[in-house]
């Protein structure tokens, strides 16, 4: 019986959203704006994970700084953050609706390699922030094996569904430990090979899909 459904936040609960915008608001803010900063800012972020397997201030600051090739200041994070949030879609109506009816039957949480905060922050933005119980992946990232069994709670694995939008973080590793999986195939991926049930966008997702695990079950 699926009793707990995990989800990926970016690509898959926030679609169509370019951070250029607020990166380039913090940099301005902190009086260090230039284009080129604007440009290792975004590699930075596309690093990072190449190097560290969890999100700290620490490590993170320190990243950034050098791919900017400027120390960044204490309240770096503070600003990102308040810039961030509203990095979202505006109309949320069916999202929210889906979420809600969805958190009536089963336990929602989120698995976003990021800042759990920073996440959170957004989804509250976007009125869906109080349906998700617990956000994980910020102290041990994908696609370490052990974020997706802490995502699982006291739950094993198998009655758990991730739904995410990357083939290898969300479907191929998850189910190397026996997570059931959607992939919500926002980019129109084709020709992939895993078995896995597939929707265009999160809103898709309802009960009867959730119970199509329990009847390939019989």
Sequence with gaps: MIKRLIFDVDGTLITDVDFEDAIRRTLKRLNIYSNKKLSGFLYGIKTYEEEFDNYNIEDYTLHISNAI????PKEFLDVFFEELKNAVPMKNDKLIKTMRE???IYELVLLTNYFSKSQLNRLNTMGIGQFFIECYGEKIIKPNIDAYLCACGKHNPNECVIIG???FLDIEQAQKVGLKTIFVNTKDIKNYDVDTIEVKKVEEINVN???MFEEKRK
Excluded at 69 to 72: D, E, F, T, V, Y
Aim: aromatic share 0%.
């Design 69 to 72: 090739n400027s120390k960044l």
């Design 102 to 104: 969805l958190s009536e």
């Design 165 to 167: 939008d990357d083939i």
């Design 209 to 211: 899909l959730i119970n």
